[in-house]
């Protein structure tokens, strides 16, 4: 079983960056599908964004086209969610997770990480 640990969130203003990381152990990532979700308060959790094993195709929720990047490093063992321009209704936690097989944008993960705090102020 792979763990997954969320880092980099915190509180930044309106038009300001952030870089989440996710650092896996227990297994290499190598092997997972990866993707990053959020969750604002009173709402369901939704897809962010997500990356095929290799790296080779990535996938957004319309919200964030442009403004939000995902990529990988497999030696690391870690997957980012690079995310420029943030607006207020990003803030969320924010999790990854991680799926051998299976729908990328679906919820249906095995693997979390805890989650990660993302507040943008206006």
């Known amino acids: 079983q792979v763990q997954l640990v969320e880092s980099g969130g915190g509180l930044v203003q309106a038009g300001g960056s952030l870089r989440l990381s996710c650092t896996a152990s227990?297994?290499?990532?190598?092997?997972?599908?990866m993707g990053w979700f959020r969750q604002a308060p009173g709402k369901e959790r939704e897809f962010v964004a997500g990356?095929?094993?290799?790296?080779?195709?990535?996938y957004y929720t319309d919200s964030v086209k442009g403004r939000f990047t995902i990529s990988r490093d497999n030696a690391k063992n870690t997957v980012y969610l690079q995310m420029n321009n943030l607006k207020p209704e990003d803030t969320a936690v924010y999790f990854c997770?991680?799926?051998?097989?299976?729908?990328?944008?679906?919820?249906?993960?095995?693997?979390w990480g805890q989650g990660t705090q993302v507040t943008v102020s206006s």
């Open positions: 990356i095929t094993r290799s790296g080779d195709s990535t």
């Open positions: 997770a991680a799926r051998v097989a299976g729908l990328i944008t679906s919820k249906d993960y095995p693997n």
């Open positions: 227990g297994r290499t990532i190598s092997i997972y599908h």
